[in-house]
């Protein structure tokens, strides 16, 4: 991999969205386990990690004091309140990855994805799609990871965001999430594709 100066070739960036419970993590768990050359971003938030989640893994789990102040010092490329709490991407990770010629995996939300835009015109969206609303509030209860009024929350938001996503998201591909096994083969095939060209 290298452009015409000998140097690495510049990395792509991909940012996946989705309304939560559409199973964007797990698909992006598969992807990275899959395909050489991918690097996570990890984000910052101020919410509590869930069971199994690891400070500097999941996320970077921060006080709204700490993140407000990262705010304020533009450390974040884009940065959102997503169900009440504060997520941002940080904004130095990026460079160091791309100019290092490996492709960086984002998890974004759609609103944070139309800012995220405006300082990376290039970086390709992936919309992970439940089949259906009714689908996915099965899936958030199945999960087990929400209470009852945070599912009622974070289903209303679903609505909002895709709606939002179709009308005035910049998202180049979709992977409707109805059989796991195979949207984890078309994320994997989609994501070859694009880093190869
Ligand atoms: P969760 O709390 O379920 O991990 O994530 C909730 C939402 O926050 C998801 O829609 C996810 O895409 C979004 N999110 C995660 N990291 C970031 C980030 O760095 N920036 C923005 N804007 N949204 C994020």
Do not use: C
Request: no cysteine; aromatic share 8%; glycine share 10%.
């Amino acid at each position: 991999m290298s452009n015409s100066a000998g140097g690495p070739r510049r990395g792509k960036i991909l940012v996946f969205s989705a309304a939560s419970g559409a199973g964007k993590n797990t698909l992006i768990d598969h992807l990275l386990a899959s395909v050489p050359g991918l690097v996570y971003s990890v984000s910052a938030t101020t919410r509590k990690p869930r069971p199994g989640e690891a400070d500097g893994v999941n996320y970077f789990f921060l006080t709204v004091d700490e993140f407000e102040r990262k705010v304020a010092e533009g450390e974040f490329a884009e940065w959102e309140k997503v169900h009440g709490n504060y997520y941002g991407t940080p904004r130095a990770f990026i460079e160091t990855v791309l100019s290092g010629g490996e492709h960086i995996v984002m998890d974004i939300d759609v609103f944070g994805k139309a800012k995220f835009d405006e300082a990376y015109p290039e970086a390709v969206g992936v919309l992970i799609v439940p089949p259906s609303l009714d689908h996915l509030e099965k899936r958030l209860k199945a999960r087990g990871a929400d209470d009852a009024g945070t599912i009622r929350l974070r289903l209303d938001n679903a609505r909002v965001e895709m709606d939002f996503a179709m009308a005035q998201g910049k998202y180049e591909h979709y992977i409707v999430n109805d059989d796991l096994e195979a949207a984890k083969d078309e994320v994997v095939r989609l994501v070859r594709t694009i880093i190869d060209e």
